[in-house]
């Protein structure tokens, strides 16, 4: 018996872990959820949409999954997802994105994983107002973080029968900051077994839209991830597909890529592949790998038949149903 922490989050979060609950307790895999609430449903009751409980919750358990947490946008308070990666160093995001058969795919053969470095970057959260003129912010690129993000991109290619790493950057542009990543990916993918090349941003994002089916691993800092991951999400069949994980040495949190979906929310419609897929990973991570192996072959045959499927993908069944059917071929 595994004890993982849950959080539902926000917006269409209760009804997809819902679904994603049914459908590991289908695969026998036995897990005490420990449920605790962060977000906008916490807000006012603790003043904060990150109550301390929710870190120790996750520090105890060592792993969590969550559905997504709204954040407001350009006023309020900070992204609980930056804070929970930032407070529990889950320095690595993952991002696996493949083509399904049988989803109206721009591209069938796209099988890459984006790998975002999750500390820093654009995401310092230091930002100030220059009186009424304008406002900064502070993009920061450390060694450290260069270095084992690049380095775990490298342990991810070899445990996962990888063939192509590439880094992606803007270092002709922001030379010290980017410069610094590019320089340390450089020299640490050097002598490594796998072919290696590296990518401006921007051209970088044509070639996803032209070739997709080219790249393999993709390393770069956290904005870039940020923004190609959804690009990518968007080769394949859109957002309710695509996973993720955070990973630290400590702790590792497991959540789809998608927001909290305010338009479709409590309408049981949303998508819950990603946080199912998403739940996978976190077998994986676990160990648990034959019932991994389950669940996705039985969300491949369910999207192969295609006569069950949510509004996002072509279908009009609901998230129950559609999580049903999955639980049908486990
Ligand atoms: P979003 O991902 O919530 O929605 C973008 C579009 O995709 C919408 O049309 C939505 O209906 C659709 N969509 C997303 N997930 C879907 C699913 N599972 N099934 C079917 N359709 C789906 O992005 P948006 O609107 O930019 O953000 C909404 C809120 O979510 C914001 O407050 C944002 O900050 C937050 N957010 C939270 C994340 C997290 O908790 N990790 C990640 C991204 C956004």
New binding site residues.
Partial sequence: MYKITLIP????GPE?TKAMKKVIKKTGVEIEWEEVKAGMEVIDEYNTPLPNYVIDSIKKNKIAI????????GKGFR???VALRKKLDLYANVRPVKSFKGIKNRYEDVDLVIIRENTEGCYSGIEHKIGDYGAETIKIITRPACERIVDFAIDYAKQNNRKRITGVHKANIMKLTDGLFLDIYKDRVENTEFETDDLIVDAAAMNLVLNPEKYDVMVMPNLYGDILSDLCSGLVG???LIPSANIGENYAIF??????????AGKN???????IQSAVMMLRYINENESADKIEKAIEIVLKNGNVL???LGGNSSTDEFSDEICKYI
Avoid: R
């Avoid at 969550?66 to 946008?73: A, D, R």
């Fill in positions: 989050g926000d917006g269409i997809i969550k559905g997504p947490i709204t954040t407001p946008v992204s609980v997802n859109g957002l309710g959540e789809a890529v998608h927001g909290s979906a305010p338009q479709i419609i949303a998508n819950p592949t990603a946080i949510t509004a996002d």
